[in-house]
């Protein structure tokens, strides 16, 4: 999936499930094919696509607005449309953020169950699967093993961050300060969050500690069990499964 710089969306692949966003009768695409502008439309007036993200099965785009939109199979909530996880979306659908959101919101990351957003003001939210704690929403929500609708993350530590970037992976997340420093959660029984190799999963965002602290992060990248992390000064830091 692409979205071009006058703001149009294309899909190719499959769409067996709605992924394309084109429609129920478009199966697959073996040429990009315009995801139709009308499906992106919201209450504000030149709202337009700036952004988007594919995961295993479900597509999102984010908009000037702040506004989210997703489409795909809803398998553990990964539309956050409050739907039955057997729901498949062909066409794009706006995710409600309303009591949930405290600041217009600046950038979205999927891959495979679970979506990320990041708030200008600096917080993050998630939704999706969760049975690696990959939304960092607390033991809680692990137990419960998914999120059907976007919820803010609230722990102590990340309250005093102010986050200017998010990024997830398979099975786990990341998301960079202002300042520099990388938090990461979910599943690490590959060293994937740069934490040790540990076989008990973190429920909430948690520093990443050692040499990697001397550096100022401006940009992480998650893959199924490894993480990349670019620095300032365009160094290319590695953890995980290699």
């Known amino acids: 999936m692409v979205v071009t710089t006058d703001s149009r969306v294309f899909t190719r692949g499959d769409g067996v499930v709605g992924q394309l966003g ?7 695409s073996y040429k990009f094919a315009e995801v139709d502008p009308v499906h992106f439309r919201s209450s504000v007036p030149h709202d337009k696509p700036i952004m988007v993200s594919c995961g295993q099965y479900s597509c999102s785009t984010l908009t000037t607005a702040g506004e989210v939109f997703t ?13 039955p996880r057997t729901h498949r979306q ?13 600041s217009k919101l600046c950038m979205i990351a999927s891959n495979m169950y ?3 957003a990041l708030g200008s003001g600096g917080e993050l939210y998630a939704w999706g699967a969760n049975a690696n704690g ?17 919820k803010k993350l609230w ?16 099975n786990h997340s990341s998301a960079v300060t202002e300042e520099g ?16 190799i540990t076989t008990w999963p973190r429920v909430f965002p948690t520093r990443v500690t050692g040499l990697i602290e001397q550096e100022h992060v401006v940009m992480t ?22």
């Open 221 to 242: 990248s998650c893959g199924d069990e490894h993480t990349l992390l670019l620095t300032i000064d365009g160094r290319l830091w590695s953890t995980g499964r290699g």
């Open 155 to 170: 722990d102590q530590e990340t309250n005093k961050q102010k986050f200017v970037f998010v990024s997830a992976g398979g």
């Open 22 to 28: 084109l429609g129920e009768e478009i199966k697959i």
């Open 181 to 196: 420093r990388v938090y990461m959660w979910g599943a690490g029984g590959n060293g994937q969050l740069g934490l040790g």
């Open 71 to 83: 489409w795909g199979e809803n398998g553990f909530g990964s539309l956050g449309l409050v739907l």
């Open 134 to 150: 990959q939304l960092g929403l607390g033991p809680e929500s692990r137990e419960v093993g998914s999120e059907g609708f976007p």
């Open 90 to 102: 062909y066409e794009p659908r706006r995710v409600n953020f309303e009591n949930v959101a405290t």
């Open 114 to 116: 679970h979506t990320l």
